[in-house]
Structure formats: C-alpha cells, structure tokens
C-alpha cells in the first residue's frame, strides 16, 4: 500500500476485519474499477452455485485490471461487495474468500446481499476504488 494513504481503525466501534475508513491525499489519482465480474477469458460464468469460487474469480480479474493500471491490491481504498443471495451464510462465504485475497489489507468495504447480478449464473460483484501516486505528464 501506498504510504500515503492511512486506513483509519476506531476505538470506539466494533472490532472488525477491515478499516472503517481509508483516507487519499489530494496528490494520488484515484482508479474507479468496474464491478469485476466471475467471467472466465470465455466471457462465460464457471463454478455455477458456488460463492467462494466465484469471489476468487472476480478477485483475479480485480488484481489483472489493476496490474494493468499500475497498481496491486494494497493500492484499493474501498470495495462493495454484492452477493445474489437471500442467505446471509452465502454472504459470508463470499466475504471469507475476498478477505483471504486480500490478507492483511483491511481496505474499507461494503457486503449487500441482492436479488440479481447482470451476468447468468453469476453470484458476486466486486466494485473498487484504488489510489496511486499522480503520473507526470510524461506517462
């Protein structure tokens, strides 16, 4: 993670698995990442009923996208989560498997639990934010 940015922990809430806040210099460039998707180089949706797969899925295709854009996991400010379950265990799961792929970077995150996603057979998105150091105008 860039030094610059701090994750922000309270003592006065909860103690939980991610930073209740995350806070971005105004010299960094934020990267908005489409919802990274469960999708295969096919375009297709594999693993059909299982949450924990399909969250490392879209963990890989966040990571790729990132890596493309200079930057890595330890660079993501803020994630949303969505789950197309009715079931919070089916959350969980989703929750347990991106939280290990992310280890010790307790980025700020949002977990919802929604009816649908756009793709068929696809059961978690991810939405991200990262923060990098400003390119020049050379890059």
């Known amino acids: 993670m860039n030094k610059k940015v701090s994750m ?6 909860a103690n939980v698995d991610y930073a209740y ?9 934020l990267l908005f990442l489409a919802g990274a998707c469960p999708l295969n180089k096919e375009g297709e949706v594999p693993y059909i009923n299982d949450y924990e797969l399909q969250a490392k899925l879209c963990v890989e295709n966040m990571k790729e996208v990132l890596k493309e854009s200079g930057a890595s996991l330890k660079d993501v400010v803020y994630t949303r989560v969505l789950v197309a379950s009715q079931h919070q265990s089916d959350l969980v799961t989703a929750w347990n498997a991106i939280r290990e792929e992310f280890g010790d970077h307790d980025v700020p995150s949002t977990l919802s639990g929604v009816t649908v996603l756009g ?3 696809q059961l978690v998105e991810i939405e991200a934010i990262a923060a990098v150091e400003k390119r020049t105008n050379d890059s």
């Open 119 to 121: 793709y068929t057979h």
């Open 8 to 13: 922000i922990q309270s003592a006065h809430l």
């Open 21 to 29: 806040a995350s806070r971005v210099p105004s010299d960094m460039d």
